[in-house]
């Protein structure tokens, strides 16, 4: 049965990138599917976290995801430290993974930049909790930005090499699933997870540099849109938001080797859940005097509502708190069963 997970840190203020390459498409998700959607603060540790500010970025994710209409009574939204069964798994992970894929991990080496000896461990192994949050549910789908795709080809490795090493064990206790690997059919305990890598807009990009994406820590608040901008704000990032001198081309294709045009053009579409060559039909030929003015209309008309809705869930902490609870109590469950059964393959005793 297809189980879809995700999650994002509480670290900085969330932004128009982690809302149409992930936010977006998990409200979308949840009419179809099963889903599980994490605010990942075990993740956010890696690198240091004033504490009081943790906790208000753990609530204000949580709030972020129920005003954009994430429903938590269907689908379940908890923090990743209340349920230990994420660190437990990671561990077992960090025995499987080798240093050699790890090393290979891009986010790891720009995260910890130059100073790689003073990096902590925590942040070289990140890619072996996110394995863990994912397959601790044997989640089939995880919806993310382009930027997560290294990690979940990891995750599929991590899987892969779990069920090879211990196949005849888990052919022994009978608690496989058959599943199609290449064109071989094998009989494995973690599913190979899809990443769900689409939508109108997998990797928005920085509004001062069309070749670097919106990031949380990006120095420039100018670079980014973030989900709690008033409409003064928005209207002012989107009028300062780089751009070439020519104006907007009348197809796709004029779109090529401008990649600050793309990118708003891209968010355009993306909001007005439309497309690139419908924006293009519509403001092909005009100028950007003209175009940004109606991008910052539609922003502020599709972003304002959320803002104010994530507000009015805040002001009431004991709500989110208990929406944390009880989705951690969920989690707990279908956690604590897969690690039953990881426990018995690995042959750890605990009866
Ligand atoms: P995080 O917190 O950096 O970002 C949350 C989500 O937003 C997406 N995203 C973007 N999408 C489009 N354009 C952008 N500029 C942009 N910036 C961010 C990210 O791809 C992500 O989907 N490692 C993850 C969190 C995580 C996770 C997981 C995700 C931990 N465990 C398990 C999926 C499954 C991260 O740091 O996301």
Known sequence: ?????????????????????????????????????????MHAITVWQDPVELMRATREVTAAFLAAGIDPKKHIVFNQS?????????????????MGWLN?????????????ENASVGLFAYPTLMAADILVYRATHVPVGDDQKQHLE????IAQKFNNDYSSRIADLDVGVEMMMGDERVNGFFPLTEP???????RVMS????????????????SRI??????????????KAKTDPDGLPSDVEGLKGRPEAENLVTIYAALAESTKERVLGEFGGQQFSAFKPALAELAVARLAPIANEMRRISADQAYVDGVLREGGERASVIA???????????????S
Not at 105 to 114: D, H, L, R, Y
Not at 196 to 202: D, N, V, Y
Not at 227 to 235: G, K, Q, R
């Open 154 to 157: 990891l995750t599929r490795d």
């Open 1 to 41: 049965k297809p189980l879809v997970f995700s999650g994002v840190q509480p670290t900085g203020n969330l932004h128009l990138g982690n809302y149409l390459g992930a936010i977006r498409r998990f409200v979308l998700l949840q009419d179809s599917h099963d889903c599980i959607y994490c605010v990942v603060d």
């Open 226 to 239: 973030n989900l709690t901008d008033d409409a003064e704000t928005i209207s002012k990032k989107i009028r």
């Open 207 to 222: 509004l001062r540099d069309g070749s670097k994406k919106m990031s949380k820590s990006e120095p420039s608040d100018l």
């Open 82 to 98: 209340r349920v230990m069964q994420h660190a437990e798994l990671a561990w077992v992970f960090n025995c499987v993974a080798r």
């Open 336 to 350: 604590e069963a897969t690690m039953k059964t990881v426990r018995s393959i690995l042959g750890l005793v605990s």
């Open 196 to 202: 769900l890598i689409e939508g109108p807009a997998p």
């Open 104 to 116: 290979r991990m891009t986010q790891f080496k720009e995260k910890a930049g130059k100073d790689r």
